[in-house]
């Protein structure tokens, strides 16, 4: 393919397949209206959004990866940096009555959101050829215009294997020992850390995360690769298949046809479920958001209810209370008229008696290694649940 120039329909696209794939995170998924408004100017200014192959990347040259880590926080932590206020410097200066900034305090403005592409340039000392999203996610059009900005493409992969995760540790690079130092973070208050060193993937998601703790929530990373990382560890084809599930969203719309027939068919998935939304329960802790959703069983699954665990994603279900499919296999909710992707940080979405269907897909091979099942696996959030491959569990 080498480089291929996306229009704002692909974008959108994107932004229907990344829901609908993105197994409840990765962000929340803009309506069209909201979209157009972010997308519109930057097509008006000749902006191009090009994705790349991963096979043309040079080995030498790096890729960047912006890895923002964030969730929920108890209320007093979140109260204490809010990041969701009237606007950022008005926050600044509540905090100032109580916390006195210094003279040499420089409060960060719209630049300060480069700031972490610019610190790896130092760090690397060049220019990327290309960004790749950490995840799957609905909202991977923003790295498009991060790039198309830049004059460079996004690379067709991403490391958690067609779909999102909650951790910088579940990552497929991490799979293959890649090595994740140095990463550079900041924060939305103009604080700047560059880690150079870390053990493991999970001390860097640790370290990170508690940088997010005490951010509001959360905070914004930057880490890099070598094309020949990209190559050995990244998951080759995920943004084209990720619009490809949202195009067959689209034409199933316009036709009057089945949506999440289109979705399985299009993601080679499996339906896992159909019903009604019966609850939903979320707590923000930890920079995560944790909580559990129950889906009372309709049609075929007539008296069974489907329940499901997120840790910011979908981890583990169970049908009856008997495990069903769990990670690192990907599986999501949609609603079942329209096919979108719902959003575990979005609690309106799951409104009681909603239709909805659950579907998965196999996770992608670097997690079916051994070394990738020790890293995302049930056991990893506590459950004393052994993973079962999907394709035998809905056989």
């Known amino acids: 393919m080498g480089i291929k120039i ?27 209206e909201r979209f157009s408004e972010i997308i519109d100017p930057h097509v008006e200014n000749g902006i191009k959004f090009k994705l790349e192959d991963v096979s043309s990347i040079p080995n030498d040259e790096y890729v960047f990866v912006a890895a923002g880590v964030g969730g929920g926080l ?4 979140r ?13 600044i200066k509540e905090m100032d009555r109580v916390f006195p900034l210094p003279s040499w305090a420089e409060i960060p403005g719209d630049e300060w959101l480069t700031m972490p592409h610019k610190r790896m340039v130092e760090l690397r000392g060049k220019e990327p050829v290309a960004y790749m999203p950490f995840e799957l996610s609905p909202n991977n059009y923003r790295e498009f215009i991060r790039a198309g900005m830049q004059g460079i493409p996004v690379v067709d992969a991403e490391n958690t294997g067609n779909r999102a995760v909650p951790e910088v540790s579940l990552s497929t ?3 293959v020992h890649a090595p994740i130092a140095p990463a550079v973070v900041c924060t939305s208050w103009g604080d700047m850390v560059v880690f150079e060193k870390f053990l493991s993937w999970q001390r860097a998601e640790d370290l990170i995360r508690h940088v997010a703790i005490i951010s509001g929530g959360g905070c914004a990373g930057m880490i890099s690769f070598t094309g020949e990382w990209i190559k050995k560890g990244a998951v080759d084809g995920s943004l084209s298949q990720s619009m490809r599930v949202g195009k067959a969203i689209l034409d199933a719309r316009e036709k009057g046809s089945d949506p999440v027939e289109a979705i399985t068919k299009a993601a080679n998935g499996y339906l896992l479920f159909e019903g009604e939304v019966a609850a939903y329960t979320n707590e923000g802790r930890d920079s995560f958001t944790w909580g559990n959703s129950w889906i009372k069983g309709t049609g075929d699954y007539e008296g069974k209810t489907f329940k499901l665990w997120f840790q910011n994603e979908n981890q583990i279900s169970w049908i009856d209370d008997k495990p069903y499919v769990t990670c690192p296999d990907p599986f999501t909710v949609v609603d079942r008229e329209t096919g979108e992707g719902f959003s575990n940080f979005r609690a309106a979405s799951w409104t009681q008696g909603r239709k909805v269907a659950v579907w998965g897909m196999k996770a992608a091979p670097a997690w079916r290694t051994a070394r990738g099942l ?8 506590g459950f004393d649940i052994e993973w079962k491959p999907i394709e035998e569990v809905v056989k």
């Open 173 to 175: 690079l991490n799979v």
């Open 374 to 381: 020790k890293i995302y696996n049930p056991k990893h959030f």
């Open 79 to 91: 109260e204490k940096y809010m990041r969701r206020y009237t606007s950022l410097q008005d926050w």
């Open 74 to 77: 108890e209320r007093v932590k």
């Open 6 to 32: 996306l229009s704002k329909e692909d974008l959108w696209c994107s932004v229907l397949g990344g829901a609908a794939m993105a197994t409840g995170g990765g962000g929340s998924a803009p309506d069209y």
